[in-house]
Protein backbone atom coordinates (compact mmCIF):
# COMPACT_ATOMS: atom_id res chain seq x y z
CA UNK A 1 0.00 0.00 0.00
CA UNK A 2 1.19 3.39 -0.38
CA UNK A 3 2.68 5.43 2.38
CA UNK A 4 0.31 7.95 1.74
CA UNK A 5 -3.16 6.77 3.25
CA UNK A 6 -6.43 8.31 1.38
CA UNK A 7 -8.32 9.96 4.08
CA UNK A 8 -11.48 8.41 2.91
CA UNK A 9 -9.95 5.14 3.82
CA UNK A 10 -8.33 6.39 7.60
CA UNK A 11 -12.22 8.00 7.78
CA UNK A 12 -13.76 4.85 7.47
CA UNK A 13 -11.32 2.64 9.70
CA UNK A 14 -11.94 5.24 12.82
CA UNK A 15 -15.80 5.17 12.00
CA UNK A 16 -15.98 1.26 12.55
CA UNK A 17 -14.00 1.78 15.66
CA UNK A 18 -15.86 4.07 17.02
CA UNK A 19 -18.57 2.56 16.35
CA UNK A 20 -17.38 -0.69 17.67
CA UNK A 21 -16.49 0.83 21.09
CA UNK A 22 -19.49 2.46 21.56
CA UNK A 23 -21.72 -0.74 21.60
CA UNK A 24 -23.36 -0.76 17.98
CA UNK A 25 -23.95 -4.63 17.20
CA UNK A 26 -22.39 -6.31 14.21
CA UNK A 27 -24.82 -6.13 12.17
CA UNK A 28 -25.83 -2.36 12.49
CA UNK A 29 -21.87 -1.73 12.20
CA UNK A 30 -21.46 -3.17 9.07
CA UNK A 31 -24.03 -1.64 7.70
CA UNK A 32 -23.45 1.70 8.40
CA UNK A 33 -19.55 1.00 6.93
CA UNK A 34 -21.08 -0.31 4.08
CA UNK A 35 -23.07 2.78 3.66
CA UNK A 36 -20.49 5.57 4.32
CA UNK A 37 -18.30 3.75 1.97
CA UNK A 38 -20.79 3.97 -0.52
CA UNK A 39 -21.83 7.25 -0.57
CA UNK A 40 -17.70 8.27 -0.23
CA UNK A 41 -17.16 6.16 -3.62
CA UNK A 42 -15.07 2.98 -1.99
CA UNK A 43 -15.39 0.01 -2.61
CA UNK A 44 -15.19 -1.44 0.79
CA UNK A 45 -16.27 -5.25 2.70
CA UNK A 46 -16.50 -5.34 6.41
CA UNK A 47 -16.40 -8.20 9.11
CA UNK A 48 -16.85 -6.90 12.41
CA UNK A 49 -15.66 -9.48 15.08
CA UNK A 50 -16.13 -9.21 19.42
CA UNK A 51 -12.64 -7.85 19.62
CA UNK A 52 -11.81 -7.33 15.84
CA UNK A 53 -12.89 -5.20 12.83
CA UNK A 54 -11.47 -6.61 9.42
CA UNK A 55 -11.56 -3.88 6.73
CA UNK A 56 -10.82 -4.56 2.99
CA UNK A 57 -10.55 -1.90 0.49
CA UNK A 58 -10.82 -1.97 -3.55
CA UNK A 59 -11.90 -4.57 -6.32
CA UNK A 60 -11.50 -8.28 -5.90
CA UNK A 61 -7.79 -9.27 -6.35
CA UNK A 62 -6.44 -6.09 -5.87
CA UNK A 63 -7.79 -5.99 -2.52
CA UNK A 64 -5.75 -3.69 0.44
CA UNK A 65 -6.97 -5.08 4.03
CA UNK A 66 -6.76 -3.16 7.58
CA UNK A 67 -7.33 -5.48 10.47
CA UNK A 68 -8.06 -3.13 13.98
CA UNK A 69 -7.94 -4.70 17.30
CA UNK A 70 -11.28 -3.14 19.28
CA UNK A 71 -12.40 -3.85 23.19
CA UNK A 72 -16.06 -4.29 23.41
CA UNK A 73 -17.50 -1.29 24.61
CA UNK A 74 -20.97 0.00 26.41
CA UNK A 75 -23.78 1.86 24.70
CA UNK A 76 -22.65 5.50 25.06
CA UNK A 77 -25.99 7.28 23.26
CA UNK A 78 -24.24 10.70 23.41
CA UNK A 79 -21.40 10.07 21.01
CA UNK A 80 -23.28 7.76 18.99
CA UNK A 81 -25.51 11.03 18.36
CA UNK A 82 -22.67 12.87 17.51
CA UNK A 83 -20.59 10.52 15.41
CA UNK A 84 -23.99 10.54 13.04
CA UNK A 85 -24.16 14.29 13.20
CA UNK A 86 -20.48 13.96 11.59
CA UNK A 87 -21.48 11.89 8.69
CA UNK A 88 -24.49 13.56 7.86
CA UNK A 89 -22.39 17.21 8.00
CA UNK A 90 -19.61 14.72 5.49
CA UNK A 91 -22.26 13.23 3.44
CA UNK A 92 -23.80 16.70 3.03
CA UNK A 93 -20.74 18.26 1.92
CA UNK A 94 -20.97 20.76 4.81
CA UNK A 95 -17.00 19.18 5.91
CA UNK A 96 -14.20 17.27 4.39
CA UNK A 97 -12.86 13.77 5.23
CA UNK A 98 -10.03 15.27 7.08
CA UNK A 99 -12.26 17.36 9.18
CA UNK A 100 -14.76 14.62 10.13
CA UNK A 101 -12.02 12.33 10.94
CA UNK A 102 -10.54 14.87 13.41
CA UNK A 103 -13.81 15.30 14.51
CA UNK A 104 -14.20 11.55 15.35
CA UNK A 105 -10.85 11.54 17.27
CA UNK A 106 -12.66 14.84 19.50
CA UNK A 107 -15.37 12.71 20.06
CA UNK A 108 -13.50 9.84 21.23
CA UNK A 109 -11.34 11.82 23.75
CA UNK A 110 -14.31 14.19 25.11
CA UNK A 111 -15.02 13.36 28.49
CA UNK A 112 -17.95 11.16 29.92
CA UNK A 113 -21.23 13.42 30.13
CA UNK A 114 -22.20 12.66 33.26
CA UNK A 115 -20.23 12.82 36.61
CA UNK A 116 -19.59 9.52 38.75
CA UNK A 117 -22.21 10.98 41.61
CA UNK A 118 -24.95 11.61 38.58
CA UNK A 119 -24.54 8.13 37.60
CA UNK A 120 -24.59 6.81 41.04
CA UNK A 121 -27.96 8.96 41.87
CA UNK A 122 -29.41 7.47 38.45
CA UNK A 123 -28.54 3.68 39.74
CA UNK A 124 -30.45 4.45 42.76
CA UNK A 125 -33.49 5.82 40.83
CA UNK A 126 -33.69 3.26 38.08
CA UNK A 127 -33.22 0.31 41.07
CA UNK A 128 -35.84 2.24 43.48
CA UNK A 129 -38.10 2.67 40.50
CA UNK A 130 -37.51 -1.53 39.25
CA UNK A 131 -38.77 -2.65 42.56
CA UNK A 132 -42.37 -0.88 42.00
CA UNK A 133 -42.28 -3.10 38.85
CA UNK A 134 -41.15 -6.32 40.48
CA UNK A 135 -44.73 -5.29 43.14
CA UNK A 136 -42.42 -3.74 45.76
CA UNK A 137 -44.01 -1.72 48.23
CA UNK A 138 -42.49 1.25 49.99
CA UNK A 139 -40.22 -0.68 52.17
CA UNK A 140 -38.68 -2.59 49.56
CA UNK A 141 -38.62 0.50 46.84
CA UNK A 142 -36.59 2.19 49.83
CA UNK A 143 -34.23 -0.70 50.27
CA UNK A 144 -33.90 -1.32 46.93
CA UNK A 145 -33.00 2.37 46.39
CA UNK A 146 -29.86 2.58 48.92
CA UNK A 147 -28.88 -1.16 47.27
CA UNK A 148 -29.08 0.79 44.03
CA UNK A 149 -26.35 3.94 45.44
CA UNK A 150 -24.49 0.60 46.43
CA UNK A 151 -24.36 -0.54 42.94
CA UNK A 152 -23.16 2.73 41.53
CA UNK A 153 -20.23 3.27 44.04
CA UNK A 154 -19.06 0.05 43.07
CA UNK A 155 -19.87 0.81 39.36
CA UNK A 156 -17.65 3.84 40.38
CA UNK A 157 -14.83 1.87 42.11
CA UNK A 158 -14.37 -0.86 38.59
CA UNK A 159 -14.22 2.66 36.51
CA UNK A 160 -11.57 3.88 38.49
CA UNK A 161 -9.70 0.79 39.28
CA UNK A 162 -8.97 -2.68 36.82
CA UNK A 163 -8.95 -5.18 39.73
CA UNK A 164 -12.85 -3.99 41.08
CA UNK A 165 -13.96 -4.09 37.53
CA UNK A 166 -12.76 -8.23 36.88
CA UNK A 167 -15.26 -9.21 39.28
CA UNK A 168 -17.50 -6.31 39.24
CA UNK A 169 -21.19 -7.88 38.82
CA UNK A 170 -19.99 -10.79 40.95
CA UNK A 171 -19.07 -8.01 43.88
CA UNK A 172 -22.09 -5.89 43.41
CA UNK A 173 -24.69 -9.27 43.96
CA UNK A 174 -22.63 -10.26 46.90
CA UNK A 175 -22.79 -7.22 48.60
CA UNK A 176 -26.72 -6.65 47.57
CA UNK A 177 -27.61 -9.81 48.79
CA UNK A 178 -25.92 -9.81 52.32
CA UNK A 179 -27.55 -6.08 53.04
CA UNK A 180 -30.62 -6.77 51.60
CA UNK A 181 -30.97 -10.62 53.66
CA UNK A 182 -29.59 -8.87 56.74
CA UNK A 183 -32.21 -5.94 56.30
CA UNK A 184 -34.79 -8.66 57.61
CA UNK A 185 -32.83 -9.42 60.58
CA UNK A 186 -31.66 -6.09 61.75
CA UNK A 187 -34.13 -3.73 60.29
CA UNK A 188 -38.07 -4.87 59.63
CA UNK A 189 -39.72 -7.58 57.92
CA UNK A 190 -39.60 -7.82 53.98
CA UNK A 191 -39.69 -9.39 51.11
CA UNK A 192 -36.03 -9.38 49.89
CA UNK A 193 -35.47 -10.92 46.43
CA UNK A 194 -37.57 -7.81 44.73
CA UNK A 195 -35.22 -5.42 46.12
CA UNK A 196 -32.41 -7.57 45.28
CA UNK A 197 -33.24 -8.25 41.48
CA UNK A 198 -34.12 -4.30 41.15
CA UNK A 199 -30.21 -3.15 41.80
CA UNK A 200 -28.88 -5.96 39.74
CA UNK A 201 -31.27 -4.69 36.82
CA UNK A 202 -29.05 -2.50 35.41
CA UNK A 203 -25.80 -5.47 35.22
CA UNK A 204 -28.38 -7.96 34.48
CA UNK A 205 -27.33 -8.66 30.54
CA UNK A 206 -30.87 -9.25 28.81
CA UNK A 207 -29.73 -6.71 26.36
CA UNK A 208 -26.63 -8.11 25.36
CA UNK A 209 -28.61 -11.22 25.28
CA UNK A 210 -31.48 -9.55 23.10
CA UNK A 211 -28.51 -8.27 20.96
CA UNK A 212 -26.95 -11.65 20.81
CA UNK A 213 -29.84 -13.32 19.52
CA UNK A 214 -30.34 -10.34 17.07
CA UNK A 215 -26.58 -11.45 15.89
CA UNK A 216 -27.75 -14.53 15.11
CA UNK A 217 -30.53 -14.11 13.48
CA UNK A 218 -29.52 -11.82 11.21
CA UNK A 219 -26.25 -14.19 10.32
CA UNK A 220 -23.38 -12.58 11.92
CA UNK A 221 -22.47 -15.93 14.29
CA UNK A 222 -19.17 -15.15 15.46
CA UNK A 223 -20.17 -11.88 16.93
CA UNK A 224 -23.81 -13.22 18.52
CA UNK A 225 -21.90 -16.48 20.00
CA UNK A 226 -19.09 -14.45 21.29
CA UNK A 227 -21.57 -11.62 22.97
CA UNK A 228 -24.31 -14.61 24.20
CA UNK A 229 -21.18 -16.39 25.96
CA UNK A 230 -20.80 -13.16 27.43
CA UNK A 231 -24.15 -12.50 28.51
CA UNK A 232 -24.17 -16.32 30.37
CA UNK A 233 -20.75 -15.85 32.29
CA UNK A 234 -22.17 -12.38 32.95
CA UNK A 235 -25.63 -14.63 34.76
CA UNK A 236 -23.31 -16.98 35.95
CA UNK A 237 -21.10 -14.43 38.11
CA UNK A 238 -24.33 -12.86 39.56
CA UNK A 239 -25.78 -16.46 40.81
CA UNK A 240 -22.66 -17.03 42.38
CA UNK A 241 -22.54 -13.53 43.80
CA UNK A 242 -26.08 -14.07 45.40
CA UNK A 243 -25.83 -17.47 46.30
CA UNK A 244 -22.23 -16.36 48.41
CA UNK A 245 -24.42 -13.41 49.93
CA UNK A 246 -27.19 -15.37 51.04
CA UNK A 247 -24.71 -17.91 52.98
CA UNK A 248 -22.76 -14.80 54.76
CA UNK A 249 -26.25 -13.33 55.52
CA UNK A 250 -27.13 -16.63 57.13
CA UNK A 251 -24.06 -16.29 59.81
CA UNK A 252 -25.89 -13.48 61.52
CA UNK A 253 -27.94 -14.98 64.54
CA UNK A 254 -31.42 -14.74 63.76
CA UNK A 255 -33.19 -15.54 60.86
CA UNK A 256 -34.51 -13.41 57.96
CA UNK A 257 -38.08 -12.54 58.38
CA UNK A 258 -39.76 -12.28 55.07
CA UNK A 259 -42.80 -10.89 54.24
CA UNK A 260 -45.36 -10.30 51.71
CA UNK A 261 -44.80 -7.30 49.94
CA UNK A 262 -47.59 -4.50 50.40
CA UNK A 263 -49.52 -3.65 47.17
CA UNK A 264 -49.38 0.30 45.83
CA UNK A 265 -51.68 2.17 44.13
CA UNK A 266 -51.90 1.90 40.63
CA UNK A 267 -50.57 5.90 39.99
CA UNK A 268 -46.81 4.55 41.98
CA UNK A 269 -46.67 2.61 38.42
CA UNK A 270 -47.35 5.31 36.63
CA UNK A 271 -44.71 7.39 38.54
CA UNK A 272 -42.34 4.91 38.44
CA UNK A 273 -42.57 4.49 34.44
CA UNK A 274 -42.15 8.25 34.08
CA UNK A 275 -38.77 8.42 36.47
CA UNK A 276 -37.09 5.43 35.09
CA UNK A 277 -36.17 6.43 31.16
CA UNK A 278 -34.55 9.84 32.78
CA UNK A 279 -32.55 7.49 34.80
CA UNK A 280 -31.73 4.98 32.03
CA UNK A 281 -30.97 7.98 29.75
CA UNK A 282 -28.09 8.84 32.37
CA UNK A 283 -26.73 5.16 32.55
CA UNK A 284 -26.73 4.57 28.70
CA UNK A 285 -25.38 8.38 28.46
CA UNK A 286 -28.09 9.84 26.38
CA UNK A 287 -28.02 13.38 25.59
CA UNK A 288 -30.68 15.36 27.74
CA UNK A 289 -32.96 16.64 24.76
CA UNK A 290 -33.03 13.15 24.01
CA UNK A 291 -35.22 12.78 27.29
CA UNK A 292 -38.61 13.45 26.61
CA UNK A 293 -38.39 11.32 23.29
CA UNK A 294 -37.27 8.00 25.35
CA UNK A 295 -39.91 8.62 28.11
CA UNK A 296 -42.54 8.40 24.87
CA UNK A 297 -40.97 5.64 23.64
CA UNK A 298 -40.47 3.55 26.94
CA UNK A 299 -44.06 4.03 27.60
CA UNK A 300 -45.42 2.57 24.29
CA UNK A 301 -42.74 -0.06 24.76
CA UNK A 302 -44.05 -0.95 28.19
CA UNK A 303 -47.56 -0.94 27.67
CA UNK A 304 -46.99 -2.62 24.06
CA UNK A 305 -45.74 -5.39 25.82
CA UNK A 306 -48.61 -5.54 28.61
CA UNK A 307 -50.81 -5.89 26.05
CA UNK A 308 -48.82 -8.33 23.93
CA UNK A 309 -48.65 -10.45 27.26
CA UNK A 310 -52.21 -10.46 27.54
CA UNK A 311 -52.91 -11.53 24.36
CA UNK A 312 -50.14 -14.11 23.60
CA UNK A 313 -48.54 -15.05 26.84
CA UNK A 314 -45.07 -14.19 28.99
CA UNK A 315 -42.97 -15.90 26.38
CA UNK A 316 -44.03 -14.09 23.07
CA UNK A 317 -45.95 -11.09 24.25
CA UNK A 318 -42.39 -9.44 24.09
CA UNK A 319 -42.76 -8.99 20.28
CA UNK A 320 -45.77 -6.51 20.54
CA UNK A 321 -43.92 -4.42 22.93
CA UNK A 322 -40.52 -4.62 20.68
CA UNK A 323 -42.30 -3.86 17.46
CA UNK A 324 -43.86 -0.56 18.40
CA UNK A 325 -40.87 0.34 20.11
CA UNK A 326 -38.98 -0.20 16.51
CA UNK A 327 -41.47 1.27 14.95
CA UNK A 328 -41.21 4.58 16.94
CA UNK A 329 -37.61 4.44 17.15
CA UNK A 330 -37.13 4.35 13.32
CA UNK A 331 -40.18 7.02 13.12
CA UNK A 332 -37.76 9.21 15.54
CA UNK A 333 -34.74 8.74 13.56
CA UNK A 334 -36.70 9.51 10.09
CA UNK A 335 -38.33 12.73 11.63
CA UNK A 336 -35.26 13.94 13.91
CA UNK A 337 -32.47 12.63 12.04
CA UNK A 338 -30.91 10.76 14.64
CA UNK A 339 -30.00 7.10 15.10
CA UNK A 340 -32.74 4.96 16.23
CA UNK A 341 -30.98 3.41 18.91
CA UNK A 342 -30.97 6.25 20.88
CA UNK A 343 -34.45 5.69 21.83
CA UNK A 344 -34.83 1.68 21.03
CA UNK A 345 -32.44 0.81 23.68
CA UNK A 346 -33.70 2.99 26.70
CA UNK A 347 -37.14 1.48 25.72
CA UNK A 348 -36.59 -2.21 25.01
CA UNK A 349 -34.57 -2.49 28.18
CA UNK A 350 -37.56 -2.88 30.20
CA UNK A 351 -38.94 -5.89 28.32
CA UNK A 352 -35.28 -7.72 27.64
CA UNK A 353 -35.53 -11.02 29.57
CA UNK A 354 -32.45 -10.13 32.39
CA UNK A 355 -34.40 -10.64 35.27
CA UNK A 356 -35.87 -14.59 33.83
CA UNK A 357 -32.91 -15.39 33.26
CA UNK A 358 -31.44 -14.06 36.69
CA UNK A 359 -34.16 -16.41 38.57
CA UNK A 360 -33.20 -19.22 36.35
CA UNK A 361 -29.40 -19.20 37.21
CA UNK A 362 -30.55 -18.84 40.68
CA UNK A 363 -32.92 -22.12 40.42
CA UNK A 364 -29.99 -24.08 38.85
CA UNK A 365 -27.88 -22.85 41.42
CA UNK A 366 -30.34 -24.22 44.17
CA UNK A 367 -29.98 -27.90 42.34
CA UNK A 368 -33.31 -27.03 41.15
CA UNK A 369 -32.24 -27.93 37.71
CA UNK A 370 -35.78 -28.56 36.00
CA UNK A 371 -37.17 -24.94 37.37
CA UNK A 372 -33.72 -23.55 36.15
CA UNK A 373 -33.99 -24.93 32.57
CA UNK A 374 -37.65 -23.68 32.03
CA UNK A 375 -37.06 -20.19 33.39
CA UNK A 376 -33.66 -20.12 30.98
CA UNK A 377 -35.77 -21.34 27.78
CA UNK A 378 -38.39 -18.98 28.79
CA UNK A 379 -35.97 -15.83 28.50
CA UNK A 380 -34.43 -17.49 25.58
CA UNK A 381 -37.93 -17.29 24.13
CA UNK A 382 -38.65 -13.62 25.40
CA UNK A 383 -35.22 -12.90 23.35
CA UNK A 384 -36.25 -14.45 20.27
CA UNK A 385 -39.19 -12.44 20.77
CA UNK A 386 -38.01 -9.57 21.05
CA UNK A 387 -35.90 -9.44 17.86
CA UNK A 388 -38.98 -10.67 15.96
CA UNK A 389 -40.54 -7.63 16.86
CA UNK A 390 -37.34 -5.61 15.88
CA UNK A 391 -37.19 -7.42 12.81
CA UNK A 392 -40.57 -6.97 11.86
CA UNK A 393 -40.57 -2.99 12.18
CA UNK A 394 -37.66 -2.54 10.22
CA UNK A 395 -39.32 -4.66 7.41
CA UNK A 396 -42.16 -2.16 8.37
CA UNK A 397 -40.70 1.37 8.67
CA UNK A 398 -37.29 0.57 7.78
CA UNK A 399 -34.39 2.47 9.90
CA UNK A 400 -32.74 5.49 8.18
CA UNK A 401 -29.54 4.61 6.08
CA UNK A 402 -26.70 6.55 8.67
CA UNK A 403 -25.94 5.04 11.52
Known amino acids: MNSVVDPRIRFLIDLGKALHSYGIPAHRLEDALENAAGRLGIRAEFFSGPTSLISSFGDPGDQHTALSRVQPGSLQLDKLVELDEVVEALYRGDIEVQEADQRLSEIDQAPQRYGPVLTTIAFAVASGTAARFFSGGWVEMILATGLGLVTGLVAWAASSFVSVGRIFEFLVAMLVTFIALSSTIWWQPLAPDGPILASLIILLPGLTLTLALNELATGHLVSGTARLSGAMMTFLKIGLGVGIGTKLAGLWPGSPVVVDAVMLPEWTLWAALFLTPFALSILFRARIQESPWILVGAMVAFWGARL??????????????????????????????????????????LLVPGSIGYEGMSLM?????????????????????????????????????AL
Open 308 to 349: GVSLLGVGLGAVVGAFLAGMISNLFARWKRRPAVTLLVPSII
Open 365 to 401: MENDVMSGVGSVFTALLVGVSLVAGLLLANVMLPARN
